[in-house]
């Protein structure tokens, strides 16, 4: 079984940048794409990124291109969100994610474990 913890998250205000980490235990992650998931009050999950088993593909939803970083440390065992230019609308519970695959997806059926979610609020 895998575990994930995320951390990082905060209050920052808009134009502000914020850094997540996703530590996994169990067993090691480096073979799975991982992902960055989050929810808004009253909204669905949403995908934000993805990053390939090797780190050499990454995807974002249109909304955080330019202003999102997904990157992974397989050595650590460890994936990052580094978000910069931050606005309201990206206030939510940002959740990591494991792939049961290797390819970077938005597909969330295609996660099978999941973190606790770190709070992420923008706001002046």
């Known amino acids: 079984q895998v575990q994930l913890v995320e951390s990082g998250g905060g209050l920052v205000q808009p134009g502000g940048s914020l850094r997540l980490a996703c530590i996994a235990s169990?067993?090691?992650?480096?073979?799975?794409?991982m992902g960055w998931f989050r929810q808004a009050p009253g909204k669905e999950r949403e995908f934000v990124a993805a990053?390939?088993?090797?780190?050499?593909?990454?995807v974002y939803t249109d909304s955080v291109k330019g202003r999102f970083t997904i990157s992974r440390d397989n050595a650590k065992n460890a994936v990052y969100l580094q978000m910069s230019s931050l606005k309201s609308e990206d206030t939510a519970v940002y959740y990591c994610?494991?792939?049961?695959?290797?390819?970077?997806?938005?597909?969330?059926?295609?996660?099978?474990?999941w973190g606790q979610g770190t709070q992420v609020t923008v706001s002046s």
């Open positions: 169990g067993r090691a992650s480096s073979n799975y794409a």
């Open positions: 994610a494991e792939s049961q695959g290797i390819v970077a997806t938005s597909i969330r059926s295609r996660y099978q474990f």
């Open positions: 990053i390939s088993w090797n780190g050499g593909n990454t």
